[in-house]
């Protein structure tokens, strides 16, 4: 059993909450992938080159900008999961909440630009095989757990 569960109306209401943090973890992903393919490209000049003159103070900005990137990912990744939700993929934005139904856990499925959580599926399913939220889902208990 997860750590957390959550119930409909939980995973729904952290929502604004969540995309925000996502949010973040996603620009600073692109972030980091910007600078890492002008440092390849750099690499790249300077091989063919046989060497060539930099600007060090401009790619030292640069390596840091990288650096505070990570770190604004990592901490917004980590708020995430400290709530205890699990980023799927972070390319898309996909979320999954543990939901107690019954007497099985199923994952709760949020991707970022839906309006709402309009899908589950099983924990031994991924988003292809996500089913529509029904009443025996949207009414199920969870709340807590330890």
């Known amino acids: 059993m997860p750590e957390r569960t959550f119930t409909y109306n939980e995973a729904l209401s ?27 490209q750099v690499n790249e000049r300077i091989l063919m080159a046989g060497g060539m003159l930099l600007d060090v103070e401009r790619y030292a900005r640069r390596k840091a900008e990288r650096h505070k990137a990570i770190r604004r990912a990592k901490d917004a990744l980590a708020e995430i ?5 699990q980023v799927k993929d972070l390319d898309i934005g996909l979320l999954d909440f543990p939901c107690v139904v019954g007497e099985e856990v199923v994952l709760l499925c949020w991707k970022m ?34």
């Not at 909450?17 to 992938?33: G, N, V, W």
């Open 113 to 146: 630009g839906e309006t709402g959580i309009t899908h589950w599926h099983g924990t031994d399913e991924g988003f292809s095989a996500r089913k529509p939220i029904d009443e025996r889902i949207s009414r199920a208990g969870g709340g807590r757990t330890n």
């Open 14 to 40: 952290l929502l604004p909450i969540l995309e925000s943090l996502l949010r973040t973890s996603i620009e600073s992903k692109q972030t980091i992938e910007e600078i890492d393919a002008e440092f390849t």
């Open 81 to 85: 999961h400290a709530m205890g939700v």
